[in-house]
């Protein structure tokens, strides 16, 4: 059987791609790339801020626009133009927002720093320059902290908008699973992509997704986009879709946060853990109430992530091949090698972490490795999902809902009742177990120390559950000039299904009390 998958859907996929591929190879791209092209002719309806003033938006590579080159940062989409807007890139223009320009991101969105563009390298903010922006809709992140735009659209995958927002001390929002939609975004991994909001703060955010309506709007062309009739049941079982406030002091009084154990990992920077700790104790100040809390799959989460993405990535790249899309070799006659049509064109179109997450993905899915990888994988993946409907207080709505086996608990994770351990309403973690590190050091790192990155933010994709990641402050050693410049972290809240407005507002409020230092005053 051959190893090499190929797409089963070409019909949609000429759909969603454009057939124009084959422009020429654009010069090196901008951070923040704003062309000439841009359709002056689309118009702005209702104003996004409450000052009647359109946001400016930066949208990622990997999602179309009209008026922009959409690359996903690879050679072998070069200069290539859809000719309709995403979904979400339309929904986001009718309710007033302008396009400032593609923001640059990981090749294919395979990164944790921003780093395996075909373009560039994402440099952080002004002062963090020699220092990772994550990834991979690091572009995005950047953009938004510089004040060149006041909203930006990232996909996440495994943290991709999460773990940017960390490292640059901006907000970063992944919805729940369906909630927004994916058509015209161009995808890395279909049952685990989900588009993502980065701003300044959690306000813009939440403005957009709850008091616009965006999570109302079902999109026909996406089959993974939530049913209208599901989601205004789901919207039903939960608080906070009525209106869309500003934060309120009394937001977190009587709430519970869960701590899971299994996060404490002994790779945790120790400022990060103190951090964490921090927070835990201001949410004890407004009122909230925190506990330990376990996930015992945690552990196995990472791995069946770089099973589970890698396979769906190697089915959705196979269609590149200079044929039906992307830029075709041309150096030689043929770009055939040892009888492999089109070997030299995939060989020269993508870069060697894309390479890498194809190979890796055609062998799990292979007749001899997929019962012992991908089959395993999905199992750990349902366990991931059921370890977080048992903490939740509220029920997943999409599922039904099961009991606590108390074999399967930490010795350390006290009982509430007879029946089991205490249910929380969210639960509290950093998003990233280290600070923001050297570029140096990241194009020394193997790729299996650059995805231990992803530790934290995976497990919430593989459940598809609504997370967000807000910055917080961590211990500062004056004495330290690395210290000094790296004075936050960041600090992710993870919420239970459909539960998204209420996550939105808690994060906003929280943002006010565990930041006290102004990150954006000198921008």
């Not at 949410?283 to 552990?299: M, N, Y």
């Not at 041309?330 to 972490?353: C, N, Q």
Request: net charge negative.
């Amino acid at each position: 059987m051959s190893t090499h998958v190929r797409h089963s859907q070409i019909r949609a996929a000429h759909r969603v791609i454009s057939a124009q591929w084959r422009i020429g190879t654009p010069p090196r791209r901008s951070l923040h790339h704003a062309t000439a092209a841009s359709d002056s002719s689309i118009g702005n309806e209702v104003p996004v801020d409450g000052n009647q003033q359109p946001i400016r938006l930066a949208v990622k590579d990997n999602i179309a626009s009209t008026g922009f080159t959409t690359t996903c940062a690879s050679n072998i989409l070069a200069g290539n133009r859809i000719p309709f807007d995403a979904t979400i890139v339309k929904q986001l223009r009718q309710r007033g927002a302008v396009i400032t320009g593609k923001a640059g991101m990981d090749e294919f969105g395979m990164g944790t720093h921003s780093t395996t563009s075909a373009f560039e390298h994402i440099h952080n903010v002004y002062g963090l320059e020699n220092y990772s922006a994550g990834g991979s809709s690091g572009g995005s992140a950047v953009a938004v902290r510089k004040g060149e735009a006041e909203l930006a659209l990232g996909t996440d995958t495994g943290g991709s908008v999460r773990m940017p927002a960390a490292y640059t001390g901006t907000v970063g929002f992944k919805p729940s699973y369906g909630m927004l939609s994916r058509w015209g975004v161009i995808p890395y991994a279909n049952s685990l992509d989900t588009v993502g909001l980065l701003a300044r703060t959690v306000e813009p955010i939440g403005a957009t997704i709850i008091g616009q309506g965006l999570y109302l709007e079902h999109d026909h062309n996406d089959p993974t986009s939530i049913p209208s009739q599901v989601r205004r049941r789901c919207a039903a079982e939960r608080s906070g879709y009525e209106s869309w406030k500003l934060a309120q002091e009394g937001t977190i009084r009587g709430l519970t946060f869960g701590v899971p154990i299994e996060y404490n990992i002994e790779e945790l920077d120790s400022r990060i853990r103190q951090g964490w700790l921090m927070a835990a104790e201001k949410i004890k100040e407004l009122g909230g109430r925190v506990v330990p809390v376990s996930l015992p799959s945690t552990k196995n989460a990472l791995s069946a992530y770089y099973v589970i993405a890698p396979a769906e990535a190697a089915s959705n790249l196979s269609k590149y091949d200079g044929i039906r899309y992307g830029q075709r070799n041309t150096e030689e006659a043929s770009d055939s090698f040892e009888g492999i049509l089109y070997a030299k064109t995939r060989d020269t179109g993508f870069g060697s972490e894309v390479k890498r997450r194809i190979l890796l993905g055609s062998y799990t899915l292979s007749s001899e490795a997929m019962d012992n990888y991908f089959i395993q994988a999905q199992k750990v993946r349902r366990l991931v999902k059921r370890d977080f409907d048992r903490v939740f207080k509220l029920s997943n709505p999409l599922e039904d809902q099961q009991a606590f086996d108390l074999s399967d608990m930490e010795d350390t994770v006290q009982l509430e009742t007879k029946l089991g351990p205490v249910q929380v309403d969210f639960l509290l973690c950093p998003t990233a177990p280290t600070t923001p590190p050297l570029l140096e050091d990241v194009m020394k790192q193997t790729p299996l120390d650059s995805y231990m990155n992803d530790v934290f933010t995976v497990p919430a994709s593989l459940a598809g559950l609504p997370a967000i990641s807000i910055p917080m402050d961590i211990p500062v050693d004056p004495s330290k000039e690395e210290e000094t410049l790296l004075s936050f972290g960041g600090l992710q809240v993870i919420g239970q299904y459909w539960d998204d407005a209420r996550l939105l507002s808690v994060a906003n409020v929280l943002s006010l009390h565990v930041l006290t230092q102004k990150l954006f005053e000198t921008l």
